[in-house]
């Protein structure tokens, strides 16, 4: 068991990490060079989406990375308090970024209708990642996780949501 989860405790971390990166190589060195895509990835809406989605997955990435070294202390409790107290504050900022982002669409909307959808798929990759990191678990990635879901047939709370959440609690 203890090595179970540390494994799949490593392939999140490891796999935030690498698409955090991947995503960084396509936008700065692929997309640019597929022509009619260029425009799409210098303006500065699209740049404001792509990194407020890299920041959110950095999260993610960070957050793994400390679980899987706790575990290897064969610690199975919640992150320390200052470590959770770090995560409640990129909550807050993610939700004044999203806020942000939200009147940026509205603009786009308004100023170039043929930009929103680009920015609109950039933007709400990360609404989704801030979902999937800060309130509810979407991401399922082996049959038996997704046969759990299907026999609870509801979404779940998210581990770091559970963990701010007891962080919230001990505050009150």
């Known amino acids: 068991m203890y090595k179970k989860v540390k494994k799949k405790l490593i392939s999140l971390f490891c796999g935030e ?3 955090t990166i991947l995503f960084a190589l396509l936008w700065f ?3 640019p060079q597929s022509g009619w895509f260029e425009h799409y990835v210098k303006t500065i809406p699209s740049l404001f989406a792509f990194i407020l989605l890299e920041f959110i997955l950095l999260q993610g990435s960070f957050y793994w990375y400390l679980k899987w070294k706790q575990v290897s202390n064969k ?4 992150l320390p308090i200052s470590y959770l107290r770090l995560f409640s504050l990129f909550k807050k900022l993610n ?4 806020l942000i982002g939200i009147i940026i669409l509205v603009n786009q909307m308004v100023v170039s209708a043929k930009e929103v959808y680009w ?4 933007f709400g990759f990360a609404v989704l990642e801030q979902v999937n990191y800060y309130h509810i678990r979407l991401s399922y990635q082996t049959s038996e996780e ?3 879901l299907m026999h609870r047939k509801k979404l779940t709370r998210s581990k ?3 963990e701010l959440y007891s962080l919230k609690s001990k505050r009150n």
């Open 17 to 19: 990490l690498a698409a």
């Open 29 to 31: 060195f692929y997309l």
């Open 75 to 78: 610690d199975f409790s919640n």
């Open 95 to 98: 939700v004044l970024l999203i």
């Open 119 to 122: 920015y609109t798929f950039v």
């Open 146 to 148: 997704l046969k759990d």
């Open 160 to 162: 770091l949501a559970k």
